[in-house]
């Protein structure tokens, strides 16, 4: 009976050892994962479309990637996948086949308008997420979850940690500053491997918006890195609330920085240093609307002709930031019928 007894302390304390042990793994790795099981609670998706929003907490270590940089894809997976264990492992490499504009409404608010068109992807891999994040400023930016995982029929909790690394692939985005960036292929772009740090295309969004205010700032960062990409490099419409603007560009290895000529600047998959390309009939179509208003229209008026220059079945979504009131307005997926408008005021 003494024996029996003796077993079954034994047992009982054990079990509670066990459970203890237990419980300090569930507290440590709450402690450790809390952000990103914050960001995975927050992930909401828009009624009646096929996108979501979500709001990020902590940095994500963008901070520590902006100091070590990345010299390709694999790079950029690997760093991720080491500090938020997520694994995006082959899957940001993608073409855009984007365009953007500037323009003033006619109250005089700034306009920087944005399509994004994903070519080669399914309707399951189109799944645009808007984020709200502070990496020392609010911003809001946009990204194509789908490229990551089928978000077009529910989430569950693995998949919603996923969220958490959108702000290392955001294609265009707005700060409280008033400072929005877009991007778009351009193809035949090259950058060449210098000194300077390397930075992978797919993080100059969230690195312009968390660093910059205005469009000089954001010229004058991104001359102390090399931009680098498994795919064609980008170019990036930089505008702010004053009313600056500009595209930069990567030319025959070197940074060029192109401002307007008119009251709008236009931007589709061509550098604008050549004027040549894939995307040069949007532009004239662009340009013709925009030379008869003057670069001045109203924000449904933006929306409307950035609806008329998609690329037919590869759009993701098109967004109209007015810089001058923080707000971005949405339509999803070719869906024109439906606008969302979100501010980071």
Same mark, same amino acid.
């Given at each position: $009976?003494? &024996? =029996? ?8 304390? !054990? ?15 709450? @402690? $450790?994962?809390?952000? %990103? *099981? ?23 270590? *963008?901070?520590?990637?902006? &100091? ?14 080491? +500090? ?6 082959? +899957? ?17 608010? @700034? ?8 070519? +080669?992807?399914? /309707?399951? /891999? ?7 994040? =502070? %990496?020392?400023? &609010? !911003?809001? /930016?946009?990204? =194509?979850?789908? @490229? ?6 529910? %989430? ?39 000194d300077k740090l390397n930075l992978y295309d797919s993080t100059i969004t969230t690195a312009i918006l968390s660093n910059t205010s205005s469009v000089e700032e954001a010229i004058n960062f991104l001359k102390k890195y090399d931009v680098v990409a498994d795919y064609p490099l980008s170019h990036y419409m ?31 998959? *061509? ?20 030379? +008869? ?9 933006? %929306?409307?002709?950035?609806?008329e220059n998609v690329i037919p079945g590869d759009e993701c979504w098109s967004v109209v930031y007015n810089l001058t009131d923080r707000t971005a307005t949405v339509c999803f997926r070719a869906n024109y019928n439906s606008a969302y408008t979100y501010s980071i005021k």
């Open positions: $009976m003494k &024996k =029996n007894s003796k077993s079954l302390r034994i047992i009982r304390r !054990t079990i509670v050892t066990l459970a203890a042990v237990a419980s300090v793994i569930v507290v440590a790795a709450i @402690i $450790m994962y809390h952000n %990103l *099981f914050l960001t995975a609670f927050s992930v909401k998706r828009i009624s009646g479309e096929q996108a979501y929003t979500a709001k990020l907490h902590g940095i994500m270590y *963008f901070d520590e990637f902006m &100091k070590t940089g990345a010299n390709n894809s694999k790079e950029l997976e690997t760093f991720i996948y080491n +500090k938020l264990s997520l694994n995006l492992y082959g +899957k940001l490499k993608n073409k855009h086949g984007c365009s953007a504009f500037y323009a003033k409404t006619p109250e005089g608010d @700034i306009l920087l308008c944005s399509d994004i068109d994903t070519q +080669k992807l399914s /309707e399951k /891999e189109k799944s645009p997420v808007v984020s709200f994040l =502070n %990496l020392g400023k &609010k !911003t809001m /930016e946009i990204s =194509n979850i789908g @490229i990551l995982l089928d978000a077009s029929d529910g %989430l569950n909790i693995k998949e919603k940690l996923m969220f958490n690394t959108s702000l290392y692939f955001a294609c265009n985005g707005m700060n409280e500053d008033g400072l929005a960036t877009a991007l778009a292929t351009a193809a035949g772009s090259t950058c060449k491997n210098t930089i505008a702010d609330a004053k009313g600056n603007v500009a595209v930069v560009e990567w030319i025959d290895g070197e940074m060029a920085v192109l401002y307007p000529e008119e009251n709008y600047m236009i931007m589709t998959n *061509f550098p604008l240093s050549s004027m040549v390309g894939f995307g040069i009939d949007r532009y004239a179509s662009y340009e013709n609307a925009l030379r +008869k208003c003057n670069g001045v229209l109203t924000e449904n008026d933006a %929306l409307k002709l950035l609806a």
